[in-house]
């Protein structure tokens, strides 16, 4: 027996997977231990910065507007640019359009393990190297490492009932 669902990943469903799995991958430490390590690290900036306005308190209060700003304007530089690395780091990520991760695919399921096909390829991976099956907002991520996954969109599904048998096929396997 075998579950066969054909679908288009498009670049809004690629985005979504992406936001999904950084934050997926920001999730890996505890809420307690990023938050005191967040406590710490101000607490150490605090003490920096009050120990140097009490050293030079007579030194800070000559300190004009501009050299305020000349002081400032490498630390907005650095944010301004690390700003637009993100920005230009997220637009040169997204694949190619009808490559291997974008366009027109078709899904598999089979007691042996999942194909994937699509116009320039053909996978076969066996049901060993699936993590995990996640779904968000509608749409279904199958894991094959921490940060690969096959999408399956939302629409690939027609109605509840399909959705229910591809759940039911994936969880007899994993």
Request: aromatic share 16%; glycine share 4%.
């Amino acid at each position: 027996m075998k579950y066969i669902v054909t679908f288009d990943v498009d670049k809004g469903a690629y985005l979504k997977f992406l936001n999904f799995t950084v934050k997926r991958a920001c999730q890996t430490q505890s809420q307690f231990k990023a938050f005191a390590i967040n406590l710490v690290a101000w607490l150490f900036i605090t003490v920096f910065f009050m120990f140097i306005f009490q050293s030079f308190t007579s030194k800070v209060s000559s300190i004009d507007l501009s050299s305020a700003l000349v002081g400032a304007l490498p630390f907005c530089l650095i944010i301004g640019y690390s700003m637009y690395a993100n920005f230009k780091a997220r637009k040169f990520s997204i694949p190619n359009k009808q490559g291997i991760i974008l366009g027109a695919k078709s899904i598999e399921l089979t007691p042996e393990g999942i194909t994937e096909t699509s116009a320039v390829s053909k996978c076969h991976y066996s049901w060993s190297c699936v993590e995990e099956v996640t779904e968000n907002s509608g749409d279904y991520y199958i894991f094959l490492d921490k940060m690969f996954a096959l999408i399956i969109p939302s629409s690939a599904f027609v109605s509840q009932g399909s959705i229910e048998q591809f759940k039911s096929y994936i969880n007899k396997y994993v």
